[in-house]
């Protein structure tokens, strides 16, 4: 439909003035947003201007300058790796419905088949910063991967990047993808737009092979039609721009200025003023002093008849130290926090407003916030790009959502979980806000449940950490019980009746009778032995403390030790040259699986929540891996692949000195622990009033 019929479809037999407040039945009609602009481009194709984005309407050149920019990369790669490293798992509506679970269970396979998935995330995140991006593969049967009657599932393969500058959209909302023309596609698919030709992925062959992800959305202003395109895709590119222009323009300065000074400043060649033969002297003198900067200047002789000379003029780095203070402190700290958001690096600057805790916190809120926000969007993307497709080719009957969802952990769950706990003895509390608070599913009637109490291994382990972390005579554990009857001083006339001969002395007011011809003798001292013993009591819980607090701290630092050896095993592994060629795939097989297995196990032990005793059996698994792993390298041989990956006898052989140096950081980490455990036990047994030397 086009533009005037559309308008007049929608304003024919138009409202009432005065009806204003009656919005009338439902429409599906709206205003295009095209036409929300004063000048209206692309009306021959009928698509946005690739001029939505702030550095290709300035100048293309500088979007590609901002794309090789280090510091600017660093920044897009830490908000990029934890989206694309997270945990994820397909959700539907009903677990209990077979038909849901059957789905569920067979696409999770389909997704898990996809290769180099961590990878596709990790490139779709790039939308964050042109505003969108794709990814293109195949749909294939893939043998591996069964559904439940046995058919080989349809699985997405041949994943590649698209370039986010080469999709652009169409005024309806199709994605359209810039081509070469030598190739022979449809014409009524084709469109020639103000940058380059371009193929409408308008047919459902070709769009279901394309994945686009895009960030965040503008509408952009009145007056800036050529912008328009935003409303499909605007990423961090556009918003830095003008930071990164101006940052860019500062860096230039500074490095004139340091061409200019950095040679130790300014040489002064100086000539007899009408001396015409010393002038051609300075000159050659200026011209011969290589790259620095050099000029002559005349002067008139002085009383000691001297004019030629050479003098050098120190250069003043006051302005240069302005540069990179505005550089670093204003510019890229702003870009900064726009990418990556609050860092305690940056917030530290600012000692006015957040402080100590209260900067740590709201830091990790705001990163909290950007990874969940990144997650959500791209498991939308996922969803409905992927799933979606994977579903209706799969089980075409399924008329259910089935949707992606990534695992970000809450960093508030622990206190609210905490904060219910602390209530609950006062006040109810409705169960369903302890299971969100807890990340638990209330279990339905038939579901397999553990019960608080059955498990007697986890609460004699809660008991003994409750022991061993409450140093000794605290109130709540006090083992004053241990010095009952000697600390105090009672008769009991049971045991020590009057009258009695054999009593007389003993620990009684008199002992005997009177008349029975026994000296009375003197009473015992018993405030002098009480005192004593009192003291005696106070020097050796003085000596327990002191030991159980040294234990804690030795205990501390070997599991901190054993966290830094873990991550040291992680860098290491990081700067591995880990390669998979396009060629014989099956002849690393053994290599690449073995790597991606011990690259899961030490995320886990770096990232992961884990106890010492679950990150002790991590570890072991994690040398298991790791001695494959370097077993299956021997086997590797030096090659260049179709790709012109090419992988060195000297790359070989660095890796097989960093295996080592794995092995070593893995089992430094375990030894650690095991010196956690046993100054944990030596805590306990001191906690306890045991024997200890």
Same mark, same amino acid.
């Given at each position: 439909?086009?533009?005037?019929?559309?308008?007049?479809?929608?304003?024919?037999?138009?409202?009432?003035?005065?009806?204003?407040?009656?919005?009338?039945?439902?429409?599906?009609? !709206?205003?295009?947003?095209?036409?929300?602009?004063?000048?209206?481009?692309?009306?021959?194709?009928?698509?946005?201007?690739?001029? #939505?984005?702030?550095?290709?309407?300035?100048?293309?050149?500088?979007?590609?300058?901002?794309?090789?920019?280090?510091?600017?990369?660093?920044?897009?790669?830490?908000?990029?790796?934890?989206?694309?490293?997270?945990?994820?798992?397909?959700?539907?509506?009903?677990?209990?419905?077979?038909?849901?679970?059957?789905?569920?269970?067979?696409?999770?396979?389909?997704?898990?088949? !996809?290769?180099?998935?961590?990878?596709?995330?990790? +490139?779709?995140?790039?939308?964050?910063?042109?505003?969108?991006?794709?990814?293109?593969?195949?749909?294939?049967?893939?043998?591996?991967?069964?559904?439940?009657?046995?058919?080989?599932?349809?699985?997405?393969?041949?994943?590649?990047?698209?370039?986010?500058?080469?999709?652009?959209?169409?005024?309806?909302?199709?994605?359209?993808?810039?081509?070469?023309?030598?190739?022979?596609?449809?014409?009524?698919?084709?469109?020639?737009?103000?940058?380059?030709?371009?193929?409408?992925?308008?047919?459902?062959?070709?769009?279901?092979?394309?994945?686009?992800?895009?960030?965040?959305?503008?509408?952009?202003?009145?007056?800036?039609?050529?912008?328009?395109?935003?409303?499909?895709?605007?990423?961090?590119?556009?918003?830095?721009?003008?930071?990164?222009?101006?940052?860019?323009?500062?860096?230039?300065?500074?490095?004139?200025?340091?061409?200019?000074?950095?040679?130790?400043?300014?040489?002064?060649?100086?000539?007899?003023?009408?001396?015409?033969?010393?002038?051609?002297?300075?000159?050659?003198?200026?011209?011969?002093?290589?790259?620095?900067?050099? =000029?002559?200047?005349?002067?008139?002789?002085?009383?000691?008849?001297?004019?030629?000379?050479?003098?050098? =003029?120190?250069?003043?780095?006051?302005?240069?130290?302005?540069?990179?203070?505005?550089?670093?402190?204003?510019?890229?700290?702003?870009?900064?926090?726009?990418?990556?958001?609050?860092?305690?690096?940056?917030?530290?600057?600012?000692?006015?407003?957040?402080?100590?805790?209260?900067?740590?916190?709201?830091?990790?809120?705001?990163?909290?916030?950007?990874?969940?926000?990144?997650?959500?969007?791209?498991?939308?993307?996922?969803?409905?790009?992927?799933?979606?497709?994977?579903?209706?080719?799969?089980?075409?009957?399924?008329?259910?959502?089935?949707?992606?969802?990534?695992?970000?952990?809450?960093?508030?769950?622990?206190?609210?979980?905490?904060?219910?706990?602390?209530?609950?003895?006062?006040?109810?509390?409705?169960?369903?806000?302890? #299971?969100?608070?807890?990340?638990?599913?209330?279990?339905?009637?038939?579901?397999?449940?553990?019960?608080?109490?059955?498990?007697?291994?986890?609460?004699?382990?809660?008991?003994?950490?409750?022991?061993?972390?409450?140093?000794?005579?605290?109130?709540?554990?006090?083992?004053?019980?241990?010095?009952?009857?000697?600390?105090?001083?009672?008769?009991?006339?049971?045991?020590?009746?009057?009258?009695?001969?054999?009593?007389?002395?003993?620990?009684?007011?008199?002992?005997?009778?009177?008349?029975?011809?026994?000296?009375?003798?003197?009473?015992?001292?018993?405030?002098?032995?009480?005192?004593?013993?009192?003291?005696?009591?106070?020097? #050796?819980?003085?000596?327990?403390?002191?030991?159980?607090?040294?234990?804690?701290?030795?205990?501390?630092?070997?599991?901190?030790?054993?966290?830094?050896?873990?991550?040291?095993?992680?860098?290491?592994?990081?700067?591995?040259? +880990?390669?998979?060629?396009?060629?014989?795939?099956?002849?690393?097989?053994?290599?690449?699986?073995?790597?991606?297995?011990?690259?899961?196990?030490?995320?886990? =032990?770096?990232?992961?929540?884990?106890?010492?005793?679950?990150?002790?059996?991590?570890?072991?698994?994690?040398?298991?891996?790791?001695?494959?792993?370097?077993?299956?390298?021997?086997?590797?041989?030096?090659?260049?692949?179709?790709?012109?990956?090419?992988?060195?006898?000297?790359?070989?052989?660095?890796?097989?000195?960093?295996?080592?140096?794995?092995?070593?950081?893995?089992?430094?980490?375990?030894?650690?622990?095991?010196?956690?455990?046993?100054?944990?036990?030596?805590?306990?047994?001191?906690?306890?009033?045991?024997?200890?030397?």
């Amino acid at each position: 439909m086009g533009v005037v019929n559309w308008l007049g479809s929608l304003f024919s037999g138009g409202r009432s003035a005065t009806s204003n407040t009656n919005f009338g039945a439902p429409t599906d009609k !709206t205003i295009p947003h095209v036409l929300t602009f004063a000048n209206i481009l692309g009306q021959v194709y009928k698509a946005y201007s690739h001029r #939505y984005d702030e550095a290709l309407r300035h100048f293309p050149q500088n979007a590609l300058a901002m794309r090789r920019d280090a510091y600017l990369q660093s920044l897009l790669q830490e908000r990029y790796l934890p989206t694309a490293r997270r945990k994820w798992q397909l959700e539907v509506d009903d677990d209990k419905d077979k038909n849901q679970k059957i789905v569920k269970e067979g696409l999770t396979r389909c997704v898990r088949a !996809t290769k180099k998935f961590a990878r596709m995330r990790r +490139y779709l995140m790039e939308a964050t910063w042109y505003g969108r991006y794709g990814s293109q593969g195949m749909w294939t049967r893939d043998k591996d991967s069964k559904d439940d009657a046995g058919n080989p599932l349809w699985c997405f393969r041949n994943h590649q990047p698209v370039n986010g500058d080469k999709i652009q959209f169409t005024w309806d909302g199709t994605p359209a993808v810039m081509v070469n023309t030598s190739a022979q596609w449809p014409a009524d698919s084709l469109m020639y737009t103000e940058r380059a030709p371009a193929l409408k992925l308008d047919r459902p062959e070709w769009r279901r092979q394309f994945i686009v992800h895009t960030h965040d959305v503008e509408d952009a202003d009145y007056f800036e039609g050529e912008m328009a395109g935003a409303i499909h895709g605007i990423g961090i590119r556009s918003r830095i721009y003008w930071s990164w222009w101006m940052r860019d323009e500062l860096l230039s300065w500074s490095m004139d200025f340091m061409q200019k000074v950095g040679t130790l400043g300014l040489l002064v060649f100086w000539y007899e003023e009408g001396n015409k033969g010393a002038k051609e002297k300075a000159e050659a003198n200026a011209k011969n002093a290589s790259n620095r900067s050099a =000029i002559t200047l005349p002067r008139i002789a002085g009383k000691d008849g001297t004019s030629n000379g050479v003098e050098q =003029i120190a250069p003043s780095t006051g302005g240069v130290e302005a540069l990179q203070g505005m550089i670093a402190d204003y510019f890229e700290r702003h870009q900064e926090r726009l990418i990556v958001g609050q860092s305690m690096s940056s917030g530290g600057r600012d000692t006015q407003s957040l402080g100590g805790t209260g900067r740590a916190d709201f830091a990790a809120d705001t990163k909290y916030q950007i990874l969940a926000y990144d997650a959500e969007n791209l498991d939308e993307t996922l969803t409905d790009d992927f799933v979606q497709v994977a579903k209706t080719l799969n089980y075409p009957w399924a008329d259910f959502p089935v949707r992606f969802k990534s695992i970000v952990p809450d960093p508030e769950k622990e206190s609210r979980l905490k904060g219910l706990t602390t209530i609950w003895d006062r006040v109810p509390v409705r169960m369903a806000d302890v #299971y969100e608070a807890a990340d638990a599913v209330q279990p339905e009637e038939d579901d397999e449940v553990v019960e608080a109490g059955n498990d007697q291994e986890h609460e004699q382990n809660m008991e003994e950490k409750q022991v061993a972390d409450r140093p000794p005579g605290d109130k709540d554990n006090d083992d004053s019980k241990e010095w009952e009857g000697i600390l105090t001083y009672a008769w009991d006339e049971s045991k020590h009746p009057r009258g009695q001969p054999d009593n007389a002395g003993q620990f009684g007011p008199g002992g005997g009778t009177s008349d029975g011809g026994q000296p009375k003798p003197d009473k015992p001292k018993h405030g002098d032995r009480v005192s004593q013993l009192k003291q005696q009591r106070e020097s #050796y819980q003085t000596a327990r403390r002191e030991v159980f607090e040294s234990l804690r701290a030795d205990a501390e630092a070997s599991l901190e030790l054993s966290k830094d050896s873990g991550r040291g095993a992680k860098d290491v592994f990081d700067n591995m040259v +880990y390669f998979e060629p396009t060629g014989d795939f099956e002849k690393f097989k053994a290599f690449n699986e073995s790597m991606n297995t011990l690259d899961d196990l030490l995320i886990d =032990i770096v990232h992961g929540e884990l106890t010492p005793a679950e990150a002790h059996r991590q570890m072991g698994e994690a040398l298991e891996a790791a001695k494959e792993a370097m077993k299956a390298h021997r086997k590797v041989k030096p090659f260049k692949d179709d790709d012109d990956m090419e992988v060195s006898a000297d790359d070989l052989k660095d890796n097989g000195q960093k295996f080592e140096n794995i092995i070593l950081h893995i089992k430094n980490a375990r030894e650690s622990l095991r010196t956690y455990a046993t100054h944990r036990r030596e805590m306990r047994t001191i906690k306890e009033g045991g024997d200890w030397e």
